[in-house]
């Protein structure tokens, strides 16, 4: 999939799902956000919640994997996380 098809679909997703989750930012990192995924690449998405909560978490996890068809890793940004993974997101990171 390319970069701007999933964030089309990511800014959709967002949408039609930020009142239900609570979703104040979503945005995708790591392969995909530098245009280095392949075949084998999982979706890195970054996430921050109003209202943390790891059902929410897991939901948007299966949501996402549904519409892409891919695995997903979920990440919440907060601050007080690994220092080195945080750093990656804050410059990979695009948000819809």
């Known amino acids: ?15 039609a799902n930020s ?22 690449s999982d979706l890195d998405i970054v996430v921050e919640l109003e209202k943390p909560d790891l059902f929410v978490l897991g939901n948007i996890k299966n ?8 695995s997903v890793d979920i990440i919440r940004l907060r601050s007080k996380m690994n220092k080195l993974l945080k750093n990656r997101i804050e410059k990979e990171a695009i948000y819809v």
């Open 1 to 15: 999939m390319e970069r701007n098809d999933l964030i089309n679909k990511l800014q959709n997703y967002k949408k």
């Open 19 to 40: 009142e239900i989750y609570h979703l104040a930012k979503i945005g995708i990192f790591g392969s995909y956000a530098r245009n280095e995924a392949d075949d084998k």
């Open 63 to 70: 949501d996402l994997e549904e519409m892409f068809g891919i």
